[in-house]
Nanobody, 114 residues
Framework: QVQLVESGGGLVQAGESLRLSCAASGRISIISDMSWYRQAPGKQRELVARITTGGRLNYADSVKGRFTISRPKVNTVYLQMNSLKPEDTGAYYC?????????WGQGTQVTVSS
């Protein structure tokens, strides 16, 4: 019903910035919350940031003050990542909540060198 495609990942040095983009297609009118998750090698996938349909923002403690999630259009969500750290390295996934179902993108790799 919903397809998600992420872009914007890459290799950067510590302290630099990246902006991730997620484009949704399909039945975008039924998408409620949208989120970014990440998964580092050998670790579980974790929530990085969420934006609800009401505009409420939630961030992981580790990224507060450095990352900003935004949803300028119903089918687009961004994650602006500033002051990147090596521990931010991982695969970043876009997530869309549709009723009680979660949809995921294929992920985009972010690597931060020290």
């Amino acid at each position: 019903q919903v397809q998600l495609v992420e872009s914007g990942g890459g290799l950067v040095q510590a302290g630099e910035s990246l902006r991730l983009s997620c484009a949704a297609s399909g039945r975008i009118s039924i998408i409620s919350d949208m989120s970014w998750y990440r998964q580092a090698p050998g670790k579980q996938r974790e929530l990085v940031a969420r934006i609800t349909t009401g505009g409420r923002l939630n961030y992981a403690d580790s990224v507060k003050g450095r990352f900003t999630i935004s949803r300028p259009k119903v089918n687009t969500v961004y994650l602006q990542m500033n002051s990147l750290k090596p521990e931010d390295t991982g695969a970043y996934y876009c997530n869309a909540l549709v009723y009680a179902s979660n949809y995921w993108g294929q992920g985009t790799q972010v690597t931060v060198s020290s």
